[in-house]
């Protein structure tokens, strides 16, 4: 029994599986007109996909995959495979103005041309056309899209900071809006308005970066040098030797904007108890001016002094000028003998022949002062004659101790302040009356000869230093140059004087 039943199972098995073989769904391979499928396929299964390749300048029909498909008791492909020419749509759009030639076709097969001419407000290919040839590729697509686009302006300058329209506003053509550029940038050649033109807008850029070119400034040196500084941007400076401070400047909208200010370095005229200005003296003097001293009356030397960075640069010294040893006829000294001594110090004296008369005599700035007589002769008479010495009153006779001040010509020094009236005798310390006054610089010899022209100045045998002299031509030539001179330091100036024969014609 058992074996019965699986005999007849087998049996069903083979019956029901030559049913399915009897309704298996087979597609077999198409002929499709300027097309082929490639490989040796023959049939397709149901829901396989057709693969298949369309001859040159031809493209498939439907963009779908065709399948082997069942419909009803057939079996076809779906969609259809097909191949058809390939070719360019043109859609013409809805322009005023717009034109193309050939006209009235709206499909071209591919190297086709069309030529489009678009209203005077419109653009095709690039904005600057109006016109332009399109071509129909091998692929069906045109070179370019050949459809007119209207002139618009767009708003998406990143420098302008608010344009004056309303929300989706479009800027056509010739159109003008206001607006306002951001931050560190100005508006080119200052404009407020912004005009939409074929090549974008007008003025172009619309916001020009704000730069300040380097700038310059006499006196000062710029720390951070360079060709252009951007908004906001510090230039700083140090002034430069003979002049003081630092500042900046900062570029802004209308260019540098700061204090560009340098202050001169000068110095006040500098006295001195001890010394005098050798020259002419200023009471303001600049940054490298030199001022020489010479040391007055009871003192030695000379020295100078330089206005610099921070002030008068050089180291002002006077010695005192000492006394020397003085020897009084029928005096002896009591107490402190020494060679020589300093201001202010004293030596006391008495007399050989009345020891009971004592006197002190006390060194004043290099001269003896307190000098009495020990005989009958006390008594000076007019004072001698000293070269070079302003004389004021002058009297026939002066008495024992009597000093009389010495005060020089201008561009002369005195050497002692006073001579002393000793013993009958002018006492200066030593020193010879022709040398008392001394010249404070060299003198010059008279000024030299120019040819065909005389000096207006009075002849001298010496002239001071800074005298001046002045020369003048002959009649009918003619001064060229400078006709002064000036003696310096026992040197007159080196001058190209000439005095120019008169012409012919004069």
Not at 97 to 107: E, K, Q, V, W
Not at 191 to 213: K, V, Y
Not at 305 to 317: A, R, V
Not at 439 to 464: D, F, G, M
Request: with cysteine; glycine share 6%; proline share 6%.
């Amino acid at each position: 029994m058992k074996l019965f039943h699986r005999l007849w199972l087998f049996i069903l098995w083979l019956n029901v599986d030559e049913s399915l073989q009897q309704n298996e769904v087979k597609c077999p391979v198409p002929v499709i007109e300027n097309g082929y499928v490639p490989g040796d396929i023959q049939e397709y299964n149901e829901n396989e996909i057709l693969h298949f390749l369309c001859n040159p300048t031809y493209k498939r029909t439907e963009d779908r995959p065709s399948k082997c498909t069942k419909l009803g008791i057939k079996v076809e492909w779906s969609p259809t495979p097909a191949c058809e020419a390939i070719t360019c749509r043109l859609s013409l759009p809805p322009l005023e103005g717009t034109r193309y030639d050939p006209p009235f076709r709206n499909l071209f097969s591919p190297d086709d041309v069309v030529k489009i001419t678009c209203g005077d407000r419109y653009w095709i290919s690039v904005l600057q056309n109006t016109s332009a040839v399109a071509t129909c590729k091998d692929d069906g697509e045109w070179t370019f899209t050949p459809i007119c686009r209207e002139i618009t302006c767009d708003r998406k300058d990143p420098h302008v900071y608010y344009w004056d329209v309303y929300s989706g506003q479009n800027i056509t053509l010739d159109e003008t809006v206001s607006y306002w550029c951001k931050p560190g940038y100005n508006s080119t050649d200052g404009a407020t308005w912004a005009t939409c033109t074929r090549d974008g807008w007008r003025p172009n850029p619309l916001c020009q970066e704000i730069t300040c070119n380097r700038r310059d400034v006499q006196n000062a040196d710029i720390l951070n040098n360079k060709q252009k500084y951007s908004y906001h941007e510090r230039a700083n400076y140090l002034c430069k030797d003979g002049y003081e401070g630092r500042f900046y400047l900062t570029c802004g909208e209308t260019g540098w904007n700061g204090n560009p200010q340098c202050r001169e370095v000068t110095c006040n005229r500098k006295y001195f108890t001890n010394s005098d200005i050798d020259g002419n003296s200023q009471s303001l003097y600049r940054y490298n001016d030199r001022v020489e001293y010479v040391c007055k009356y009871g003192y030695e030397g000379r020295f100078s002094l330089t206005c610099g960075q921070k002030g008068w640069i050089g180291s002002p010294q006077c010695t005192e000028r000492p006394c020397k040893k003085v020897n009084i006829s029928n005096a002896y000294i009591t107490r402190n003998e020494k060679i020589s001594y300093n201001h202010h110090e004293r030596v006391q004296f008495a007399c050989r022949n009345n020891s009971k008369r004592r006197f002190t005599v006390v060194c004043s700035q290099g001269n003896w002062t307190g000098i009495q007589s020990c005989t009958e002769k006390s008594k000076c008479g007019q004072l001698p004659v000293i070269p070079n010495r302003e004389v004021t009153s002058q009297r026939n006779k002066y008495g024992q101790g009597e000093s009389v001040p010495i005060i020089c010509k201008e561009g002369y020094i005195a050497q002692i302040n006073h001579v002393t009236c000793v013993e009958g005798k002018w006492h200066s310390d030593g020193t010879s009356l022709k040398t008392i006054c001394a010249p404070i610089a060299s003198h010059c010899a008279p000024p030299p000869k120019v040819e065909n022209a005389v000096a207006v100045t009075s002849y001298q045998r010496e002239y001071l230093s800074g005298s001046e002299v002045t020369y003048r031509c002959r009649d009918h030539y003619t001064m060229e140059g400078d006709a002064t001179i000036i003696c310096n330091n026992g040197q007159w100036e080196e001058k190209n004087i000439t005095c120019t024969p008169p012409t012919l014609e004069q």
